[in-house]
């Protein structure tokens, strides 16, 4: 292996180390952009190493502790030691991928981006929780919780299903997101195909492609909408940190600021609950947010250290 070579698997190995310890952030994923963007096969590497991963986190677990360790990269040489024969074993007998569940987790106001053994990558939104099985025929993911967005990769012979409550949805290698909400799901696309549908009601299915989102129950009753370029980078913001609202209530805002922090925004004068608001802001920004509807609806905004309280 090249001196190029062997650094780029370097760097790759240690941009899936950072995904998987989680509060990954919106400077990390320019930073992690900008690398992919400087040679074509620094995306193939990634991948290479997000597919061996977790194959290796048991042969970790199980190796003699070395007084050469030092912290959490001291292994990292030996990691890489293996690494091509480890991609070499994943590639070629899928079946050797972890079939048990694994479960990932995010407290209020963490956004985790979380690498599977199969190559797909898991960007896991606040206060929510998947359960991931990878089996020979099948790749299952329950949102138990929340929301979360799928770069799915593609391998026809295993589908990737995501399981919300009652409702059902099934890609090969396609981008989506599944938003579990209390009667059903919100699904968005991406990139490529899903079929979605409600257990039970598998005769009534919808087909979604890029750029276009539904509701769907857990009654099977199914809401389709177009969502423009614009309406999917504002639904998928958060995956940079960022609320994006055009034109929403102060209510809906309100809400999802609520979603990512433990200090609530309350609305007092609920006559402002209907008023509309634009802007763009950090997640863990609510006074920001109520500082600048104060300011811009010229209403009063109080902060008492529990809780912000506009009107």
């Not at 802007?279 to 600048?292: C, L, M, N, S, T």
């Given at each position: 292996m090249s001196a190029t070579s062997e650094k780029r698997h370097d760097d790759a190995a240690e941009w899936v180390a950072r995904m998987d310890a989680g509060s990954w952030t919106a400077e990390l994923e320019a930073e992690l952009q900008q690398w992919l963007g400087r040679d074509e096969k620094n995306a193939g590497a990634l991948l290479h190493a997000q597919a061996v991963w977790q194959g290796l986190d048991d042969a970790v677990a199980e190796r003699p502790a070395s007084s050469n360790d030092n912290g959490p990269w001291?292994?990292?040489?030996?990691?890489?030691?293996?690494?091509?024969?480890?991609?070499?074993?994943?590639?070629?007998t899928v079946w050797l991928l972890p079939r048990g569940g694994q479960e990932y987790q995010t407290q209020i106001g963490e956004i985790r981006r979380v690498p599977l053994a199969d190559g797909s990558i898991a960007t896991i939104n606040t206060a929510s929780d998947i359960d991931v099985k990878l089996a020979k025929d099948?790749?299952?993911?329950?949102?138990?919780?929340?929301?979360?967005?799928?770069?799915?990769?593609?391998d026809r012979t295993r589908p990737f299903v995501v399981t919300a409550g009652r409702v059902r949805v099934v890609a090969v290698g396609t981008a989506f997101s599944v938003r579990r909400e209390e009667e059903g799901a919100q699904v968005l696309v991406t990139e490529g195909v899903v079929e979605a549908w409600a257990r039970g009601a598998e005769g009534h299915k919808i087909r979604l492609a890029a750029g276009h989102q539904a509701?769907?129950?857990?009654?099977?009753?199914?809401?389709?909408?177009?969502?423009?370029?614009?309406?999917?980078?504002?639904?998928?913001?958060?995956?940079?940190?960022?609320?994006?609202?055009?034109?929403?209530?102060?209510?809906?805002?309100a809400e999802e600021f609520n979603r990512y922090n433990e200090r609530k925004i309350v609305i007092r004068d609920k006559q402002l609950a209907s008023e509309r608001f634009n802007?763009?802001?950090?997640?863990?920004?609510?006074?920001?947010?109520?500082?600048?509807v104060g300011q811009s609806l010229n209403v009063h905004v109080d902060d008492d250290g529990r809780q912000l309280e506009i009107g």
């Open positions: 001291g292994w990292h040489k030996w990691w890489l030691s293996g690494m091509a024969a480890a991609c070499l074993a994943v590639m070629v099948q790749r299952d993911v329950v949102l138990e919780r929340g929301e979360a967005w799928f770069q799915v990769a593609h509701y769907v129950g857990d009654n099977a009753a199914i809401r389709p909408e177009a969502a423009p370029p614009s309406a999917v980078d504002r639904a998928l913001a958060w995956r940079g940190g960022k609320v994006e609202l055009v034109d929403e209530t102060l209510a809906d805002a802007g763009v802001f950090r997640v863990d920004d609510p006074e920001g947010f109520v500082r600048a």
